[in-house]
Nanobody, 126 residues
Framework: VQLQASGGGLVQAGDFLRLSCGAP????????VGWFRQAPGKEREFVAA????????VYADSVKGRFTISRDHAKNTADLQMNSLKPEDTAVYYC????????????????????WGQGTLVTVSS
């Protein structure tokens, strides 16, 4: 499964961005999806995850209340709405997908995911 992540860019602190992750030609609603990020010099960290039905979602404490993960089944995407961005949100953001029989399961560990997108850079200036 080839994932495509898009929507990154350069914004100022307090601004917003919306990232989108898709799998062209695939029934993306068969997969649970996660977003991770990696800042320069740091390890990749979990950001948010959503079940394949979209009914269950979980967030890292650092983004809770500012980021929202959702699914658009019509567009076959999983999106990450990022509001009130901070300079510490600067990172390459990766989406990942896991095939699962459960409609409600979500996964926070990167080792759970078999498929990864190429990453999209988000830069937040102060």
């Amino acid at each position: 499964v080839q994932l495509q992540a898009s929507g990154g860019g350069l914004v100022q602190a307090g601004d917003f961005l919306r990232l989108s992750c898709g799998a062209p030609g695939r029934a993306f609603n068969s997969y649970a999806v996660g977003w991770f990020r990696q800042a320069p010099g740091k390890e990749r960290e979990f950001v948010a995850a959503i079940s394949k039905s979209g009914s269950m979602a979980v967030y890292a404490d650092s983004v809770k209340g500012r980021f929202t993960i959702s699914r658009d089944h019509a567009k076959n995407t999983a999106d990450l709405q990022m509001n009130s961005l901070k300079p510490e949100d600067t990172a390459v953001y990766y989406c990942a997908a896991k095939s699962t029989p459960s409609s409600r399961a979500y996964y926070t560990g990167s080792e759970s995911y078999a498929y990864w997108g190429q990453g999209t850079l988000v830069t937040v200036s102060s």
